[in-house]
């Protein structure tokens, strides 16, 4: 069983008194919530959470804070939201876990569950201020069993709250599956790569020093254009690094933003720590072609469902959404024309989760058949 139930309104009690409306729960048989609310009510989300616990009697929910939230074709964006999700699962099928806030040995009380249940995938949610969160994210992974991750990094103008049983902050927190819950999960690209791939000779930190062992500003902007080349400002907010991932058989990339360039000393920073060596490749936000990649991973993943889902879960990043798409829920419209109307809840992130690894400009979906 899942339902999901999603309002806005100018406070959060007519907004989570919608959802309960919605919701029905006279007649749901629900263990485990999925909550999500927008950035303009979180500081509200300790009585938000409280409420939808009391009235509910769930006690396992997981969630977080964006500055957009969505349910089933709608988006909300900038305005008072509440998303909201209830499931029922197999007793003991799943794990709720706190934030991993200082070393992945705070995870070490879960390891014995995941080898008794053959755990080997988690929704999980990250605080984009801790800067260890891309090593936890890729630790957890490894310390489960052939894991899979998928999720988001908490986006907000305020608090920056998750949701892992009560409320929680600084980590990666999260929920854990059993190999009995079957998951069909995917990933959708929001850029386009230009040109050839190159390789990173000389950087300090992350920035690029010489690419291909020329000045790296001389390669970005032979790729960038002559239009964009001559324009710096809008290059950096519209071609991005793209870094391929080793061994993919899908020609799968994790993008990275340009921070900042240089004229006079022709280098470029980028929001990643680079070696020498590394390969890198340079892309562009592309309306057409992220929505024909949306809709190619709507196909894959309809391809490889033995049943129709029963619910889901979606993480986008937050360039992405209204700002690419339009105001009117494209994007989440668009899921539901491919996939019909499936209980579906998620956020819009400050980076998503897919496998082992942090991305940007994508989209992660996550069905349960």
């Known amino acids: 069983m899942f339902r999901v139930a999603h309002a806005s309104a100018r406070d959060w009690q007519q907004a989570a008194n919608s959802c309960l409306g919605q919701l029905g729960i006279i007649s749901v048989k629900a263990n485990l919530g999925f909550l999500y609310v927008t950035d303009r009510i979180a500081s509200q989300l300790p009585q938000i959470l409280t409420f939808f616990k009391e009235h509910t009697d ?3 929910w997981v969630g977080s804070v964006g500055v957009g939230v969505c349910a ?9 939201a509440i998303c909201v999700m209830l499931a029922e699962f197999p ?8 934030a991993i806030k200082a070393d992945i040995d705070e995870f070490t009380d879960y390891r014995a569950w995941c080898n008794e249940t053959n755990a080997r995938f988690a929704v999980v949610h990250g605080d984009p201020r801790n800067p260890k969160t891309p090593d936890f994210i890729a630790e957890l992974a490894d310390a489960i069993p052939g894991g899979f991750l998928v999720g988001g990094l908490t986006s907000s103008r305020g608090p920056y709250f998750q949701i892992a049983g009560g409320l929680t902050e600084g980590g990666v927190s999260g929920v854990l ?6 998951v069909v999960t995917a990933l959708t690209q929001g850029c386009t790569p230009l040109g050839k791939k190159h390789e990173i000779t000389e950087c300090q930190d992350n920035i690029a020093i010489r690419i291909d062992d020329r000045p790296a500003l001389e390669v970005f902007n032979e790729e960038a254009g002559d239009i964009l080349a001559r324009d710096p400002a809008r290059a950096t907010g519209y071609i991005f690094a793209g870094f391929p991932i080793k061994g993919s058989d899908t020609g799968d990339y994790m993008v990275r933003n340009v921070v900042g360039i240089d004229p006079e000393t022709k280098v470029l920073a980028i929001g990643e720590y680079l070696n020498a060596g590394d390969t890198v490749m340079f892309c562009r936000r592309d309306i057409r072609t992220a929505y ?5 991973m709507l196909h894959d993943i309809k391809c490889r ?5 029963r619910g889901g879960v979606y993480y986008s990043c937050l360039g992405r959404g209204a700002h690419m798409f339009g105001e009117n829920s494209e994007e989440l419209k668009t899921i ?7 209980p579906l809840v998620g956020f819009f992130a400050n980076g998503e989760i897919s496998h082992n690894r942090l991305y940007g400009f994508t989209g992660v979906l996550t069905l349960f058949p």
């Open 58 to 60: 769930i006690q396992h």
């Open 72 to 80: 089933t074709s709608q988006e909300y964006n900038d305005k008072p």
């Open 91 to 98: 007793a003991d099928s799943f794990r709720v876990f706190p």
């Open 177 to 182: 599956f059993s190999d009995r819950i079957p």
């Open 292 to 296: 024909e990649d949306l809709v190619r």
């Open 305 to 309: 469902l033995s049943k129709p889902p």
């Open 336 to 342: 539901r024309q491919e996939l019909g109307d499936i």
